[in-house]
């Protein structure tokens, strides 16, 4: 069963991140370029939350305002759901499911940030895990050492 740091390793530590002050639109505009559904966003290099498309669609529009005038601390989710990287594909699936989330920023030991993981790249991890049980019980049943 495939880890979060596995994960991390594969994919990058690539972290795409904004300020609370940013506005929507920009965290929008840097969200396409990156081609990403969520940032995490970072004052003064700690985690204070994380912005996502979802933030967008239910708390603009449905609210009234504006992407150009509204900063991502007003809209941003600041209670955010995080994991480890010694944390396995099953604990995060379960997680992401149970809170209705796409993305969890991971945090090494010392809470600090070293990625981000998403709910496709839990997903590529399960399969693959899969795959692999499947083809070692083909081999038992072949016969093939």
Known sequence: MHTVGQILRKKGHDIWSISPDTTVYEALQMMAD?????????ENGELVGIFSERDYARKIVLQGKTSRQTAVSEIMTSRVNCVHPEQTTDECMALMTAKHIRHLPVLDEDDRLVGVISIG??????????????????NYIKGVR
């Open 34 to 42: 990156k081609n990403v559904g969520a940032l995490v966003v970072l």
């Open 121 to 138: 790249d839990v997903v590529k991890a399960i399969i693959s895990d899969q795959e692999f049980v499947i083809e070692q019980l083909e």
